[in-house]
């Protein structure tokens, strides 16, 4: 009888050592199997977080970056081209494209104030029209969300003259930096329009991606355009200057 009891006793703790390494593995299975599950149930958030992002409000300070970055690389590479079809001298060629710089720095942040601050006019008095009509009368809780909604999407005059400026600024340093230390004319011409022609490329990508749009066709268009400004100064100043005018 007691070696049967022992029996017993040594097969119900065998058979609760199993059980208990069978819960063990259940729940470790469990783990694996829930883990990806909701890695992935995860990634479907986020992706459809970002498909219901309204990429339309960044068009403001995009517009105004990548207008200001192209403006300021085209123009600035354009005058110093111009310059440098009629004049080797290197010390021409860089003051040139300094004073672009700085002129055209200034009267982006300004035209896009101006212009940006018109804009803010016309909304504000659309929305005080709107409020005199009555539209906010019934359903005051959703009219006060809309109103908040609407409030943000106002334009920042500042926000779009400061980035205007410094994109500005930052487009025109391409074809100064490049421009710089290369004593030899025409070297230099093909370094800035080398370098201009890959910064041309760079902001199209860099617009494209930030708002969701085609990356080859907005590339290509920036650098076509980029192109054909630098190609028409260039073309254009040496006629003249070789004409005695």
């Not at 992935?40 to 960044?58: L, V």
């Not at 021409?92 to 804009?119: D, P």
């Not at 009509?133 to 006060?144: H, V």
Request: proline residues 2%; charged residues 20%.
């Amino acid at each position: 009888m007691i070696c049967n009891f022992k029996k017993e006793a040594s097969l119900n703790h065998t058979n609760k050592q199993v059980f208990h390494s069978n819960n063990n593995n259940d729940l470790e299975q469990q783990a694996t199997t829930t883990t990806p599950l909701e890695i992935i149930e995860t990634k479907k958030e986020e992706e459809e977080e970002e498909d219901f992002f309204d990429y339309s409000r960044r068009s403001q300070w995009l517009r105004a970056a990548v207008l200001g970055a192209n403006d300021g690389l085209v123009s600035t590479a354009s005058l110093m081209m111009g310059v440098g079809a009629v004049k080797q001298d290197i010390k021409a060629m860089i003051l040139t494209g300094f004073a672009g710089l700085v002129a055209g720095a200034c009267s982006m942040a300004i035209g896009e104030f101006v212009s940006v601050y018109s804009q803010l006019d016309v909304e504000l008095a659309q929305m005080k029209r709107d409020k005199e009509r009555g539209n906010n009368n019934n359903n005051s809780n959703s009219n006060n969300s809309d109103k908040e909604e609407e409030e943000e999407r106002l334009p920042n005059p500042l926000q779009a003259a400061a980035a205007s400026a410094l994109a500005f600024s930052i487009g025109a340093m391409v074809p100064l930096l490049s421009a710089s230390f290369i004593r030899e004319y025409k070297v230099r011409l093909g370094v800035v329009v080398a370098a201009v022609t890959f910064a041309l490329v760079l902001f199209g990508w860099l617009g494209a991606v930030l708002g969701k749009v085609p990356v080859f066709r907005s590339s290509l268009r920036v650098l076509l355009g980029g192109w054909m400004a630098m190609t028409i100064t260039f073309a254009l100043t040496k006629l003249i200057g070789s004409s005695a005018l």
